[in-house]
């Protein structure tokens, strides 16, 4: 059975820093693409960055020159640390996974393991 978990959210302030982590059991980061996406309140899910399964990165979106995706393969646990946070990063963020490559874009649809999804909250 797949099981992703993510944990590391919270309330901070305009201008920190988060680091959340993906536990993934069931499947290994060796051989799946991961995403992280982020769903803001009244917004649609959103894809804002990748590792494939080679340990290459995309990013894309408003945060992607503040976000570092990273993994463990020991552990088998995904990250990610976002940094200088801003308000409009408020947003639950789940981990995603998909068999071996990743697809160009970072669509919902292209992934078919998720996680339950962290929350960021962000004042100013």
């Known amino acids: 059975q797949v099981r992703l978990a993510e944990s590391g959210g919270g309330s901070v302030q305009s201008g920190g820093s988060l680091t959340l982590s993906c536990e993934v059991d069931?499947?290994?980061?060796?051989?799946?693409?991961m995403a992280w996406f982020r769903q803001a309140p009244g917004e649609e899910r959103e894809g804002i960055g990748k590792?494939?399964?080679?340990?290459?990165?995309y990013y894309v979106g408003s945060a992607k020159s503040r976000i570092f995706i990273s993994r463990d393969i020991a552990k088998n646990e995904l990250y990610l640390q976002i940094n200088n946070l801003k308000p409009e990063d408020t947003a639950k963020y789940y981990c995603?996974?998909?068999?071996?490559?990743?697809?160009?874009?970072?669509?919902?649809?292209?992934?078919?393991?998720w996680g339950q999804g962290t929350q960021v909250t962000v004042s100013e």
């Open positions: 995603a996974a998909r068999a071996r490559n990743c697809a160009p874009e970072i669509r919902e649809a292209d992934f078919y393991h």
């Open positions: 069931g499947i290994s980061l060796s051989d799946h693409c």
């Open positions: 590792i494939g399964f080679t340990g290459g990165t």
